[in-house]
């Protein structure tokens, strides 16, 4: 059974840093997409950054040049390297598996078959 298990979250100040890692677990073939969403209670969950199979990144507008989505195949583990942090930043934040796929991973939520827990990221001045 495929598990993703985020951790890294936390509270940080205004400027501060965090790396978010999800470690993947319980399959033979490497998903194809894998990607951190964010979301709000109440809200739809907002696709953040993904990679994919051919390590082709995708980031929202809102975090280009501040947060970085690298995967150490190795070691089956996602990261999210979260820099200049603000405090709209904060959220909860998910770790997203696409086992099938081709060309750019999809910022649709409902594209992703697996999903982990979350991990809470608070930014405050």
């Known amino acids: 059974q495929v598990q993703l298990a985020e951790s890294g979250g936390g509270s940080v100040q205004i400027g501060g840093s965090l790396r978010l890692s999800c470690v993947a677990s319980g399959y033979i073939s490497s998903p194809y997409c894998m990607a951190w969403f964010r979301q709000t209670p109440g809200k739809e969950r907002v696709r953040v950054a993904s990679?994919?199979?051919?390590?082709?990144?995708r980031y929202a507008g809102s975090v280009k040049g501040r947060f970085n989505i690298s995967k150490d195949n190795a070691e089956n583990t996602l990261h999210l390297q979260m820099n200049t942090l603000k405090p709209e930043d904060s959220d909860m934040y998910y770790c997203a598996a696409r086992f099938v796929g081709n060309g750019m991973c999809s910022p649709v939520a409902a594209e992703y078959n697996y999903w982990g827990r979350g991990t809470q990221v608070t930014v405050s001045s």
């Open positions: 990679i994919d199979g051919n390590g082709n990144m």
